[in-house]
């Protein structure tokens, strides 16, 4: 399919995507489209940045044009969970986006804000539901919505609900919802327990891959710096003046660092906001709409609260820290680079984080050019590396990164025992193994020796990563959105 116009669908919805300026179907739209438009339930091996939203957006609002029915009270026509508040509002935006030639009533059930106007906004019954599954459990205990009446249901980013610890919420879900309805998965990956989910959840289901972030990760010009912990502030305040940045993500591992870094540029003269997981809702939304519409070009982010978020045009990805999980950094980077256009990610390196280092050059099967001197810093020596003086290397939720090279090893912080959906958006989502390329393609793994011992300034040349592999058996292989 090289154009909308070919899939058959409503007039209002095609007009409204002239507007946003999509000519050509993104891989995913083109295949799912029209399986989902013959009524079949499907399974979408996709990141968020492949144009899966509109994926299964587009559809739903033909199927809702074509049956014209007033929503009965306390009800929804069509139903998408997905993990987190800010990719719920972002795929809610979508549908308003996409329906906004035609009647749709749209709205969002998510935690963190206030249940009474989500349920004032149901009780005269809704075309689309957008919800988090902790949000919308409660306002079914409450009778604030009946899932008897769904026509269309959506699992979005389904393995990121399963690390969240989503699984009972959703099999809770969807034995309210109808027998009678068209299902819809979506995942990045396709590890056992959601093929066990699909297989209760969806009839004789088509599916549908575009290949993970990795080839992503060839577009970007990737750098590595290496510097004292204590020069990073600096360093990035001269990247920020420096560099030609259009806008520019900056990652750090804790949510407190985020808030020193955005202290530290402010006190530069440096315009800079902090989005993160203490951050109320309105902060957030407030620092992310600034972000996207150019007024503030610097947003710094710890990983879970970037996750998700698409905002076109950044330019720069910027590692303050780098991630103790490996996966984070592919996903970190992944922000820029989208919609075909190329990104530059740097990332700064202390001494401390060079066994991070290398595990990312790992499993992104290449060595990263680099500049600076890994060279042990003096007054450090002898000293904890600042991670394990903070605890262990943990992350923004008190939890440790996988048992690589002997950290994260403890049996996990108290966050362990705080599994409450209700405050899942704000935990750790730890990718699973899945998430790894193999590295069974007959090309030697990368395996870190240009930093293992070196006391010189490395320039290191990238190498090529090898393509990867489609994930699930037998499902067809499609090229990851080049060009858009
Ligand atoms: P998603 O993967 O759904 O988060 O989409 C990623 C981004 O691509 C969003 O900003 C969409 O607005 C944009 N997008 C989706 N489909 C298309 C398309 N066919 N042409 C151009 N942009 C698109």
Known sequence: MNSFNEFGLAE??????NEE???TPTPIQAQTIPLLLGKRDVIG????????TAAFALPILNHLAANRVRPQPKTCRALVLSPTRELSGQILDSFRAYGRHMRIQSALAIGGVNMGPQIRQLAHGVDVLVATPGRLLDL?????ILLDKVEVFVLDEADRMLDMGFIHDIRKIIAKLPKERQTLLFSATMPSDIA?????????????????AATTVERIDQRIIHLDRGAKQKALADLLRQEPIDRVLVFTRTKHGADKVVRGLNKDGIAADAIHGNKSQNQRLRALGAFRDGRVRTLVATDIAARGIDVEGVSHVINFDLPNIPESYVHRIGRTARAGADGVAISLCSHDELPYLRDIEKLIRMAIPATGSVEKPRQSQGQQP??????GGRNEHGQNGRGQNGRGQHKRGKDRGQRHPQHAERRGDQPKAGHKPRDNHGRPAYNGENHAGATKAVTAQARPIASTQP???GIANVAFLQQR
């Open 196 to 212: 066990e989910l699909a297989r209760h959840m969806l009839r004789d289901p088509a599916k549908v891959a575009v290949t993970p």
């Open 140 to 144: 079914a205990k409450s009778r604030a």
């Open 471 to 473: 994930i699930g058996g």
């Open 12 to 17: 209002p919805i095609l007009r409204s995507l």
């Open 21 to 23: 300026g999509y000519v």
């Open 386 to 391: 600042q991670h394990n003086r903070n605890g």
């Open 45 to 52: 091996i996709a990141q968020t940045g492949t144009g899966k």
